[in-house]
């Protein structure tokens, strides 16, 4: 079992920066992929980004390449999300999730566009908006 807690979600102006923060608590030393979606109001969830946390191997999706960046600290057993240069877009609940297994980037990149986790945190709040 894996435990996902968010925090760091607020109400930020368009240009502005985040850190999102998910904690993990469990099974951490077994081999986890970590994902950070989102889902704005009257949308479908999409994905933002995925990290091997064995390796530290990342994937991002293309909304999103060049101003989020995804982290971990394995001694803190949390995962981060920077988000800079924020855009009205990126407003939604954004979830930590987690799966177990050996995850080759090949690999880490098909679970972080299927969404297909086993594990989801309950969400902390972004938005931007001037």
């Known amino acids: 079992q894996v435990q996902l807690v968010e925090s760091g979600g607020d109400l930020v102006q368009p240009g502005g920066s985040l850190r999102l923060s998910c904690a993990v608590s469990?099974?951490?030393?077994?081999?986890?992929?970590i994902g950070w979606f989102r889902q704005a109001p009257g949308k479908d969830r999409e994905g933002v980004s995925c990290?091997?946390?064995?390796?530290?191997?990342?994937y991002y999706f293309d909304s999103v390449k060049g101003r989020f960046t995804i982290s971990r600290d394995n001694a803190k057993n949390t995962v981060y999300l920077q988000m800079d240069n924020l855009k009205p877009e990126d407003t939604g609940v954004y979830y930590c999730?987690?799966?177990?297994?050996?995850?080759?980037?090949?690999?880490?990149?098909?679970?972080?566009?299927?969404?297909?986790?086993?594990?989801w945190g309950k969400g902390t709040p972004v938005t931007v908006s001037s």
């Open positions: 990290i091997n946390s064995s390796d530290g191997s990342t």
């Open positions: 469990g099974r951490t030393s077994e081999y986890l992929a």
């Open positions: 999730a987690a799966d177990f297994g050996a995850f080759p980037l090949g690999r880490l990149v098909r679970l972080c566009v299927s969404g297909d986790m086993d594990y």
